[in-house]
């Protein structure tokens, strides 16, 4: 199965992460991704690290951050910049049904390749930090000020510590991922519903962060209460924490419920506890929430975590441990599952990823073409979709305009 969306094709113009992922996960589901690059630069992820030394290339070597989030799509050099560029992306856009950016909003339209540019039936996907109107549209922003203004760094850490931002760039990556789901909406929309009106998707990277914020909004607005951090706990739930193992890692274990209490006692070897009038009730856990989270860890911290996982599993208490690159590599579920897929990659070779997601029952999740090097497929695309002719092509580059 090669996807529902095979058929479409996207013109990606983002750089960095979210417009780019956003492109890719509708790669994965089929479509062709097409991305379009500043000439002799290219995306700025190409140079983030870390980097691997490859043969021929510049120091400090490939980026593994591009290997990973460039694959899956072609590589065409065009300079919006300039009048001859501007019209070349013109008349690639109409032969593409979705373009995806995340330029400072009004950057498009000083290009002349705005939404009223182009063919009204494309669906245009504008990823901004603040969005695309309002006071702050036109201040420049990164992920940490998408956390930051959505109010999810002010809950994340602990509640006597400063925040602390999540390990991966959070808003960027669940903007591409509501992004994408408005674009293939918009495009169901568009070709069931429409008669072939496109649509204009505005995706704030705070706007993504907001949305996750669960009752914080509405606990302020009807009881006036302010959601600070709580580090690995929830005030209302016991025990839940991420608890030490004897092999200096960490399990997460989630017991909140009085079923799952009794479970986990169960694994313990303490069958005692809910019997006793502190633990017995959730709300009773919760008020001596130090109280039974010590008892927890000082379990865990007796055994490994293998120990520890394997008898909450034969108990059916909810845990896992956390998880580093290496146990992820070598765990028998993720591999049964196929969750990490060999990407040739056309710099550095083979190299295992994580394979795109979610899948589709009964057929093989896809394995993405490489990240493409810079330009690789300029002279393919415009030859094939615009039948520009190879002496035109040789104009073009000798001018700077791919």
């Known amino acids: 199965m090669a996807g529902p969306l095979v058929g479409l094709r996207v013109l990606d113009l983002g750089t960095r992460i979210a417009a780019p992922f956003c492109a890719g996960l509708l790669g994965e589901q089929g479509a062709e991704v097409i991305k379009i690059e500043q000439p002799g630069t290219g995306d700025f992820m190409r140079e ?25 799509r072609k590589s065409v050099t065009l300079d919006l910049r300039r009048p ?5 992306f013109r008349r690639l856009a109409a032969t593409a049904d979705v373009v995806v950016e995340n330029f400072r909003p009004g950057t498009l339209e000083r290009w002349h390749v705005g939404p009223a540019d182009l063919d009204q ?3 245009t996907v504008r990823i901004s930090t603040f969005g695309q109107d309002g006071p702050n549209a036109t201040r420049p922003g990164l992920d940490r000020v998408g956390i930051g203004y959505g109010g999810l760094l002010h809950l994340t850490g602990y509640p006597d510590r400063p925040p602390v931002r999540v390990g991966v760039t959070i808003s960027d990556y669940l903007t591409g991922v509501f992004a994408a789901q408005a674009a293939t909406a918009a495009l169901y929309s568009r070709d069931v519903h429409r008669q ?14 907001l949305r996750i914020l669960e ?6 607005d009807r009881l006036g209460v302010v959601r600070n951090r709580e580090g690995n706990r929830l005030a209302n739930s016991a025990p839940l ?18 079923a799952n209490f009794a479970r986990l006692c169960a694994a313990m070897g303490r069958p005692d506890l809910p019997a006793d009038p502190r633990f017995g009730r959730l709300a009773d856990r919760a008020a001596r929430s130090d109280e039974i989270n010590g008892i927890v860890a000082e379990w865990t911290a007796a055994h490994t975590s293998a120990e520890v ?16 690159a290496a146990d992820i590599f070598v765990d028998p579920h993720l591999a049964a599952r196929g969750d990490l897929v060999t990407v040739d990659d056309p710099v550095a070779g083979p190299m295992r990823q994580q394979a795109p997601y979610p899948r589709f029952v009964g057929a093989e999740p896809p394995t993405p073409s490489g990240a493409p090097r810079l330009g690789e497929h300029t002279d393919e695309v415009l030859a094939t979709l615009l039948g520009l002719p190879a002496a035109e092509l040789d104009t073009l580059r ?3 305009v791919i």
Request: aromatic share 12%; glycine share 12%.
């Open 215 to 220: 009752w914080t909004l509405a606990a302020y």
């Open 309 to 324: 996982e394997a008898a909450c599993v034969e108990h059916d208490v909810p845990v896992a441990t956390a998880y580093s």
């Open 241 to 258: 924490d991420n608890y030490p193992t004897a092999d200096d890692k960490y399990v997460c274990i989630v017991a909140g419920s009085d």
């Open 398 to 400: 000798d001018a700077g």
């Open 196 to 209: 072939g009106k496109g649509a204009v998707v505005d995706a704030a990277l705070y706007g993504s962060v």
């Open 84 to 88: 001859e560029g501007q019209d070349l």
């Open 48 to 72: 983030i690290g870390p980097f691997v030394p490859v043969d021929g290339a510049p120091e400090p070597g490939y980026s593994l951050f591009w290997a990973v989030e460039g694959r899956g």
């Open 121 to 123: 039936s494309l669906v």
